[in-house]
């Protein structure tokens, strides 16, 4: 406590007005929520791009698709792990479709592509979550801090009028409290634009990721169906 009562800012804040206080606290509780969103994305992030590249590496070791969906099985809490599931299950209701053998290996690319394609936007979309929100703070805080910044302003000049003085010693403080506003409307934006900026990249390296799985993917389905057609000569 003695810390803040002598603390320059602290006491800055205290003095300023009750609009100011207001956006102060505004732009406050703006950062605490930026910076929750940041520490949970960061994590995120983080197991999305292991978990990918972990579920690349186990379909590119198995052998067929009945050993993948095993392995599916085991790592279902995986992000990615849905998305193969998914097309493994379009896969199974395909064959149960009452249609020729040849009718089903035409239809099976597309609809696994279109099944693969729709559980990447899921996972791109529950992904992009809250980012919206670190747009906002970097776009919106400066402008809240200037808000509290000209406000102050306004009130100083205000005070110094019924003072009848301009002397600096009469100015400064007031100045001082509004532009303790834009300061931190600005230490609220700085983190938000680029924390947002670094989950944008991420959240593409994902999409990519996730692109090269179910290629991957694929690309085990065709090996499959290669060697029913060597079967069945």
Known sequence: MDFLGTNPAWALVLKATLAVKVVLV??????IYSWAIIFFKFLTFLKARRDVHL????TEESSNLGSLKNVLETHSSRVGSAMLQKALFELKRIGQ???SEQEKKEIIKENLQRSLLNSRTEIFLSLKKSLAFLATCSNSAPFIGLFGTVWGIMHSFHA??????????TVAPGISEALIATAIGLAVAIPATMAYNYFITKLQDVDKDLDILANVFLNLLERNLSLLKQGEK
């Not at 505004?26 to 950062?31: A, G, N, Q, R, T």
């Not at 579920?55 to 186990?58: C, G, V």
């Not at 019924?162 to 002397?167: D, G």
């Open 26 to 31: 505004v732009l406050l509780c703006m950062s």
């Open 160 to 169: 110094i009028g019924l003072q009848k003085s301009a002397s600096l010693s």
């Open 97 to 99: 479709l009452n249609a």
């Open 55 to 58: 579920l690349r590496r186990l």
